[in-house]
């Protein structure tokens, strides 16, 4: 008998995870569900929702045999053997916890489905990044409403490492799978199971077993140190700009020691992704929760400096521009949160646009991927007051101050600078002397991601600012004693 696999969310993780499933495992049918009408026949078409390199030739090879998309949720459901929970899981907005806590509505639900409608013992799977003992959660809510004779469920933890960008590089070719399962009789035999699974496309000894919170706790831990390293680079970045130290030759000589390692030490305008900001806060409202204070402290001060980096970026634009940008064009290029997607969840972009808005410039937005719907939709949502301490605009200010621009060229005529905000490789080779050319003058470049060439983009005539790097004596650093 053909196993069969449902995920429930056909999201950034949802989807390309089980498209590489069904591309390796031949004699498994998967079936991703969304509730989202549009979303899926967006998968059911030329046109995938998201853009991931890779994505569509292994969709396209698999999909009408062993891959299949569907909004028949339940029906889909009951026929599964193995059911994969891929639904988002916000940061609570309101009620207790709000800021900090993750939403499990979309989770709960999900359960509570999959208790209505199963009819056969099934294995849940948590792909999405959830507060550790959800897994408790579920098997309290599955349990206590099985309504069926035959049902009986065994959760287990496998979390999702992928990164936006490289989701196919990093699905088929994994650092490790981690599966956490209840060390019972039952449990350890759900991990063999979804073990054998991946074991068809990874070599057995990265697929690492563990207990359940183990595993619910490694994807947060993952996430967090990953975020701190960032953090930790960044507050290198601000002391080198004091200093005339260099951040990328402190990158490369700390990250020459074998036991630092050269990764994830791009200083950078900030982080910005669905999950880092998300899982930190989480960890800390679990801290919280178990009288952790400093633990709680230590971990949040990872967001912190990233919002410090953010703010210190505009400050730096703004002090730079004599003082004021009203009124002012400025060229952003890049809006997505990193390169190879069109994905603008917690890009710091939106920030950064927001911060350049409260003072009045227009800005011209660049970005191969983002659409301008999305754009404008990002600049005049409602955001926290602790998350984005920024004004909320309208959306009629957001299309009187922003142009969407289908070139950099575009984007920088006329302008007074041009921020570089996402590291897309066609910013690495731009053509300087034409952008400033068509520039108003003195013309600067302030390069969130140190993509540019900062002596060669000084050599054409821009003032020139590069993230962490010594500042040119045009610059005014907002934070210096003696800056106006
Ligand atoms: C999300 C979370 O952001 C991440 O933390 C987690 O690890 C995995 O899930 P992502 O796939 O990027 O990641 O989210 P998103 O693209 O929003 O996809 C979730 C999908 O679930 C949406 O398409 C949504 O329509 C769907 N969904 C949500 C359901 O099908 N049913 C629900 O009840 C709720
Ligand atoms: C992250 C984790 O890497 C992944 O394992 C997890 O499953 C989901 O969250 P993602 O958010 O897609 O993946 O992208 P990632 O490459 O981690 O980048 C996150 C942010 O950090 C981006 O804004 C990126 O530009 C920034 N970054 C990354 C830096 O600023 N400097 C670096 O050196 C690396």
């Given at each position: ?220 831990a993952a996430n967090a140190f990953l ?51 998300k899982d930190i806060l989480n960890m ?201």
């Amino acid at each position: 008998m053909t196993l069969k696999i449902a995920c429930i969310g056909a999201g950034y993780v949802g989807g390309p995870t089980m498209a590489m499933i069904a591309h390796k495992c031949k004699d498994i049918e998967v079936t991703v569900l969304d509730i989202n009408e549009e979303r899926i026949a967006a998968w059911n078409s030329d046109k995938l929702p998201i853009y991931e390199p890779g994505l569509e030739e292994v969709v396209f090879a698999c999909r009408g045999k062993t891959l299949f998309f569907s909004t028949e949720c339940e029906k889909k459901v009951a026929e599964a053997d193995i059911v994969f929970i891929s639904v988002n899981t916000p940061t609570k907005t309101r009620g207790v916890g709000a800021g900090y806590a993750a939403d499990m509505t979309y989770w709960e639900g999900a359960a509570r489905m999959i208790a209505k409608v199963s009819h056969s013992p099934k294995i849940i799977v948590e792909k999405s990044t959830v507060p550790v003992k959800t897994a408790q959660a579920v098997e309290r809510v599955l349990s206590n409403n099985v309504l069926n004779d035959g049902a009986r469920f065994d959760i287990l933890s496998n979390p999702e490492f992928l990164a936006e960008g490289t989701a196919i590089k990093d699905l088929e070719n994994p650092d490790r799978v981690i599966i956490g399962g209840r060390q019972t009789p039952s449990g350890l035999k759900a991990i063999q199971t979804l073990k054998d699974v991946y074991a068809q496309w990874v070599p057995e000894e990265q697929i690492l077993t563990s207990n359940l919170w183990s595993s619910e706790l490694a994807k947060l831990a993952a996430n967090a140190f990953l975020a701190q390293r960032i953090s930790s680079i960044n507050s290198i970045s601000a002391l080198c700009e004091k200093t005339g130290a260099d951040v990328s030759e402190i990158a490369k000589c700390i990250g020459a020691d074998s036991r630092i390692g050269p990764k994830f030490l791009n200083a950078s305008v900030g982080f910005g992704g669905s999950c880092f900001q998300k899982d930190i806060l989480n960890m800390v409202y679990i801290c919280k929760g178990l009288g952790l204070e400093e633990i709680a402290r230590y971990w949040e001060s990872v967001v912190t400096i990233n919002n410090l980096q953010k703010r210190r970026f505009v400050d730096i634009v703004i002090s730079s521009l004599f003082n004021t940008v009203r009124g002012k064009k400025i060229a952003i290029l890049g809006f997505a949160f990193k390169k190879d997607t069109g994905d603008t969840r917690e890009t710091p972009a939106i920030d950064v646009c927001n911060g350049l808005l409260d003072e009045g410039a227009d800005l011209a937005v660049y970005d191969p991927q983002v659409t301008e719907e999305r754009m404008k939709t990002d600049l005049s949502l409602d955001k926290f007051e602790w998350d984005h301490p920024y004004t909320q605009r309208k959306a009629k200010e957001v299309e009187d101050h922003i142009e969407c621009c289908d070139s950099v060229y575009k984007a920088c005529e006329g302008a007074h600078a041009v921020c570089i905000l996402t590291e897309w490789d066609e910013f690495k080779t731009l053509d300087l002397k034409k952008i400033y050319d068509s520039m108003v003058k003195p013309a600067f470049i302030f390069d969130g991601r140190n993509v540019v060439d900062g002596k060669h983009a000084k050599e054409v005539g821009f003032v020139f600012y590069g993230l962490g790097k010594p500042l040119d004596p045009f610059l005014t650093d907002p934070s210096s004693p003696c800056s106006p």
